[in-house]
């Protein structure tokens, strides 16, 4: 997945508030982690946030910006104002800054593609569920080759526990160790749901981590009911570096 970093842009926006609201309750600026909603692939599109809250982007410091249906991204934005009952987004934004997170599927190993995905060591700093998909955020020594990273799927190896065992994989293409670099990725989860009559499946994801001679382990449970309640909003940093990963 090609990445794209856009440098934080030194600008002040003044945030346009209706008439009708109270504008100190409108902050400024947010930045949080989002699914892109943009079937048509045009430069206007909406962005959801994971606690499904709908955003408008009226203005863009991006004007020629056209990202993928379902690319996530961190997004620093300004809302403009509160939605009105007709309105079908709950806000109206200011799109100042964004950063392409790289988004995949499970990828379901074969023999065939054991060495090609990998299983170097790597630093996870935080995993969550947002919306369908496994989020990491993640640090790794590398220096200026491309890095790759999947969850991985691996129907060879069989558990008791009921649970389904998933693999944050590592594959750091010999790259020489100079640097701590970061990254995070975004793992859509929703073919878990196939097949499945409950309304949340738990999970038990293994990374080859530093420090520690056997997997680590993450239990994380993903409900995907309708009546579940929508995650949190994940405050992010936004990049300052971009991350060599694919």
Known sequence: MKKFLFGILALTFLVACNKHEDENQLPTSFINIATV???????????????NDLMWITSTNFPYYRPKDGQRIIANYS???????SEAYNHKVVLNDVYEVLTKGIFKIKPATQDSIGNDQIDVRDMWIGSNYLNVEFVY???????????VSDSTKTYTDGKVHL???????????SNSRWGVASFDLSSLQAGVTADSVNLVI???????????????????????????????AM??????IH
Do not use: C, W
């Open 167 to 177: 693999e944050f994989r590592h594959n750091a293409n010999e790259d020489y160790p």
């Open 79 to 85: 809302i403009v104002s509160v939605n009105t009952e």
């Open 141 to 151: 020594p590398g220096y200026n080759k491309i890095h790759f990273i999947n969850l």
């Open 239 to 244: 990049p300052k570096n971009a991350d060599l």
């Open 206 to 236: 293994h990374s080859k981590e530093f420090g520690t001679t056997v997997d680590k382990t993450y239990s994380l449970t993903y409900k995907f009911s309708p009546a579940a309640a929508p995650a949190a909003i994940k405050r992010m």
């Open 37 to 51: 909603e943009n079937p048509n692939q045009s430069s206007a599109f909406y962005f959801r946030l994971d606690n």
